[in-house]
């Protein structure tokens, strides 16, 4: 008889503890930003501290791209055909996303970063091996429905939660978000990201989720400091390189004018990252868009401003770390002739056949006749 009690006793607590399991997928990052702020407030030139919060793909946007939300995959190996992603907005079930059969969620490696967003469309050239390890997929009502449902989902600050399940509908993760961990703090400014390793260590309600409002990060490693992937990732990327051509120093740009960047490579990348400095490497500025195709050129709208320590930086998407920075500054001067009306920065006769041509013509539409 006492063994019997004994042994209902142990059942009852074990019943009763929660069970937690390496999991195969996690959240990683969301953006709570709402469609009309920026993050870390004020404008689009400068956040409520003075800075210039942003996001490593987007840069400095309203609305910090909309509505998006970052995984990672910790298992290798891992076929997320068929699985589901059930979002809560304010703690209440609002949509459902479904994974389509497509092949790209056969065989994901662990280390793999995965995107959902509305605005941002599908991008499956995912290549661990060439060192790209970003899938992005669209769902929206717009979108082709390839690799995800095709259904338009909400992100926001008002206990945002993901519960992630397999194609037996077994819950994977979650639910996570805001009211989970932390359990409140995500505003209408902030975006939502884990600041720690990503493992198979981390839970649904780990310490290491918090808010953040310097900058975010789609589609690569969070920077609080800089997330490492390095025990996850056991594929050896492909040897690459990037040589930035032009601007490359000495050059004297005019702003408002397009100019042609150019580069050449070796080995695999696909994507590259351009950015540009004004004041000698301290402070960078992705051009727009910032995720352009590696064509080896980019026509680029140089900006307005007057400046003799500018560079241009180059970097492969995929790979961080492989990257050129212009050999020596070039400069960027705005041009403000008053007497320049052809627009080429130089005051000469074809500025005054321009006025020639106007000559004692008056713009006012009640004024019948030359003056």
């Not at 884990?194 to 969070?222: H, Q």
Request: charged share 20%; with cysteine; aromatic share 10%.
């Amino acid at each position: 008889m006492w063994n019997t009690k004994k042994f209902f006793m142990v059942c009852a607590i074990l019943s009763c503890l929660r069970v937690t399991y390496a999991s195969d997928v996690i959240l990683n990052e969301y953006n709570a930003v709402g469609g009309n702020e920026f993050l870390n407030g004020g404008d689009a030139a400068v956040d409520v501290d003075g800075g210039r919060a942003d996001d490593g793909y987007f840069g400095r946007i309203q609305g910090n791209g909309g509505d998006w939300f970052e995984l990672v995959v910790i298992t290798d190996h891992l076929d997320m055909r068929g699985w589901k992603f059930d979002i809560y907005d304010n703690g209440i079930l609002d949509e459902t996303l479904d994974l389509t059969s497509h092949s790209i969620w056969s065989d994901l490696r662990s280390g793999t970063i995965i995107t959902v967003s509305e605005e941002v469309p599908s991008d499956i050239s995912y290549h661990p091996a060439a060192g790209d390890w970003w899938i992005n997929v669209q769902a929206s009502d717009v979108a082709d429905g390839l690799y995800i449902e095709a259904s338009n989902f909400p992100v926001g600050s008002s206990n945002w939660q993901l519960v992630i399940r397999n194609a037996t509908d077994a819950i994977v993760f979650g639910p996570a978000g805001e009211g989970i961990s932390p359990t409140s703090g995500i505003g209408g400014t902030d975006i939502f990201r884990l600041e720690a390793k990503p493992s198979a260590s981390i839970t649904a309600n780990s310490p290491d989720y918090d808010d953040g409002i310097d900058l975010s990060t789609f589609g690569s490693a969070n920077r609080w400091g800089l997330q490492d992937f390095n025990q996850l990732r056991s594929v050896v990327a492909e040897f690459s390189s990037l040589t930035l051509l032009s601007p490359n120093g000495s050059e004297i740009i005019q702003g408002g004018t397009t100019y042609d960047i150019t580069w050449s490579h070796t080995g695999v990348v696909e994507n590259v990252l351009i950015e540009f400095s004004i004041d000698g490497s301290k402070t960078w500025t992705n051009v727009y868009p910032p995720n352009v195709a590696n064509t080896g050129s980019y026509r680029w709208l140089v900006p307005i401003v007057d400046a003799g320590q500018c560079r241009i930086r180059i970097t492969n998407h995929a790979q961080r770390g492989i990257y050129d920075i212009s050999d020596d500054v070039f400069s960027i001067y705005e041009c403000s002739l008053e007497g320049d009306l052809t627009g080429d920065c130089i005051v000469d006769i074809a500025d005054f056949a321009v006025m020639a041509s106007d000559w004692l013509r008056d713009a006012n539409p009640y004024v019948s006749g030359d003056r």
